[in-house]
């Protein structure tokens, strides 16, 4: 039977308050709190956290992240807790975002009282994406099903994230009048080429496997044997002296033992080819209005790919849709967030939140996306790219001397590019290019071999390594390849 996630001994509440550093010192249960919407259970090493609102897609809340900081602050400091796993219950999402309809409604009713909470709201959510980011053992995320804003943020700062023929991950802020947050500055822009600033200003969705070839995820299996591999990482024991990266490398290699094969369908990456090639041309600029205006040269060109032609027409579409607001000031995070290490990060974002909780956008397309049945077309304020001016874009980034800003923990050890990124999920593209640079006596199929191996087989990599060759190397006269620069 799963522990309930209230915890009923009033000494042990006090104990563990008094335990926290400053920083998690608001992070205790309310009394108003749902005791169920976080169950916890142990199973030997592994302790496992299930968020459990399945009618509510598992929308992460404040009496959520109150339960779950506390625990994850207990599981640092046991000896007997070795890793961390986290999903979600029912069979359709993970969690499908930060539960923003209650705080759009709340704003709507309270007007400042109800910015007030939802400013607390996002404070409580940084805070646990950024223990997340830091945190010292190894931590495990099931990405099994929909996986979008807030569940992005429970996940994608995890060393290890598993996603499944279940997963649709996106980014859908923009078309909310918010911008990409949870982390989202700091993992966007260091996808490979201009794939983040892509997903975040268009919120397009990326299925199962895609999440891996993009990075999002590390690993991919079949979600019918979550289960066992749950145990199995159960049985794991690690020497008191090996440190949080080899542990991670002996998990990866259990990992690898549930290894069901890549999906019959879509298989191979997506975002690849001339299409990839098309999304590192078309959102390689710094405004929206130059985006929108390759865009568009793509979809009437003479010469485009027939595929292409149609990416960009529907690119346009989904652009169009999108508060203006939202998308210049997301377009700017993308460009400066690649700078910023992992507390700058949250303290920056929870400013933004602020600004987004000022502006009339927020309700507008939160009450026009999900409050409205059915949904209707937001009313932006103001209503066109043109309208929204670059004093607009900096007072969302502009912050006060004296202005009170996201305290956040310590403890943990802050970073600027995630730590164990070449050790786990699939190789990226510069990985592929060190490789042909520094093997120039190879072959196509002996390059992608020689990759393959030194993953040890992962599943992905032959697919991942194969299409960055395709894109990005030439071959000689002797049928050696060279990288093209």
């Given at each position: 039977m799963p522990l309930r996630a209230k915890i009923t001994n009033p000494a042990y509440r006090a104990q563990s308050a008094s335990m926290m550093p400053d920083?998690?010192?608001?992070?205790?249960?309310?009394?108003?709190?749902?005791?169920?919407?976080?169950?916890?259970?142990?199973?030997?090493?592994?302790?496992?956290?299930?968020?459990?609102?399945?009618?509510?897609?598992?929308a992460l809340n404040s009496s959520m992240i109150r339960k779950i900081i506390p625990r994850l602050k207990e599981y640092q400091k046991s000896a007997l807790a070795s890793i961390i796993i986290i999903g979600g219950a029912g069979p359709k999402a993970f969690c499908a975002g930060g539960d923003v309809?209650?705080?759009a409604n709340d704003i709507a009713t309270n007007g400042d009282t109800g910015r007030s909470a939802s400013k607390t709201y996002f404070g409580l959510e940084y805070k646990l994406d950024h223990l997340i980011a830091t945190y010292p053992k190894p931590y495990i995320a099931y990405l099994d099903g929909i996986t979008m804003g807030g569940g992005v943020g429970l996940s994608v700062h995890a060393p290890i994230r598993i996603a499944t023929e279940?997963?649709?991950?996106?980014?859908?802020?923009?078309?909310?009048?918010?911008?990409?947050?949870?982390?989202?500055?700091?993992?966007?822009?260091?996808?490979?080429?201009?794939?983040?600033?892509?997903?975040?200003?268009?919120?397009?969705?990326?299925?199962?496997?895609?999440?891996?070839?993009?990075?999002?995820?590390?690993?991919?299996?079949?979600?019918?044997?979550?289960?066992?591999?749950?145990?199995?990482?159960?049985?794991?024991?690690?020497k008191d002296y090996s440190d949080l990266r080899s542990r991670l490398l002996i998990i990866d290699r259990t990992i690898e033992e549930f290894n069901t094969g890549l999906p019959s369908n879509d298989y191979k990456p997506q975002l690849a080819g001339n299409l990839r090639i098309a999304i590192d041309h078309c959102f390689q600029y710094d405004t929206v209005e130059a985006i929108i205006s390759t865009l568009e040269k793509e979809r009437d060109g003479a010469a485009t790919p027939v595929q292409v032609k149609e990416w960009a027409g529907q690119t346009l579409k989904q652009l169009a849709e999108k508060s203006p607001t939202s998308l210049k000031v997301t377009l700017r995070q993308m460009r400066v967030?690649?700078?910023?290490?992992?507390?700058?990060?949250?303290?920056?974002?929870?400013?933004?939140?602020?600004?987004?909780?000022?502006?009339?956008d927020f309700v507008t397309g939160v009450s026009a996306r999900l409050l409205h049945k059915p949904p209707t077309k937001p009313q932006w304020q103001p209503p066109d790219l043109k309208s929204v001016t670059n004093e607009d874009v900096?007072?969302?980034?502009?912050?006060?001397?004296?202005?009170?800003?996201?305290?956040?923990?310590?403890?943990?050890?802050?970073?600027e590019r995630y730590p164990f990124l070449s050790d786990l999920g699939l190789p990226r593209e510069e990985h592929v290019e060190e490789m042909v640079k520094s093997r120039r006596e190879l072959e196509r199929k002996g390059l992608v071999d020689a990759m393959v191996e030194a993953k040890d087989g992962k599943?992905?990599?032959?697919?991942?390594?194969e299409e960055v060759v395709g894109r990005r190397c030439g071959e000689d006269g002797e049928g050696k390849i060279f990288w093209r620069g």
């Open positions: 920083a998690y010192a608001e992070c205790k249960e309310l009394l108003g709190d749902d005791p169920d919407d976080v169950l916890f259970n142990t199973l030997y090493g592994v302790r496992t956290i299930q968020l459990n609102r399945p009618k509510k897609y598992n309809s209650h705080l279940n997963t649709v991950f996106a980014m859908p802020e923009t078309g909310i009048g918010f911008f990409p947050d949870v982390g989202g500055s700091f993992f966007l822009p260091r996808l490979e080429g201009q794939i983040g600033t892509y997903l975040a200003l268009t919120s397009s969705t990326l299925r199962g496997v895609q999440a891996l070839y993009a990075g999002i995820a590390t690993h991919y299996i079949d979600s019918s044997v979550l289960s066992n591999l749950t145990a199995r990482l159960s049985e794991l024991v690690f967030g690649g700078t910023w290490n992992t507390s700058e990060t949250f303290r920056r974002e929870y400013h933004i939140a602020a600004q987004f909780m000022q502006h009339p900096e007072s969302f980034f502009k912050i006060e001397e004296g202005e009170e800003g996201l305290r956040l923990s310590s403890e943990g050890q802050d970073y599943i992905g990599v032959r697919e991942k390594v």
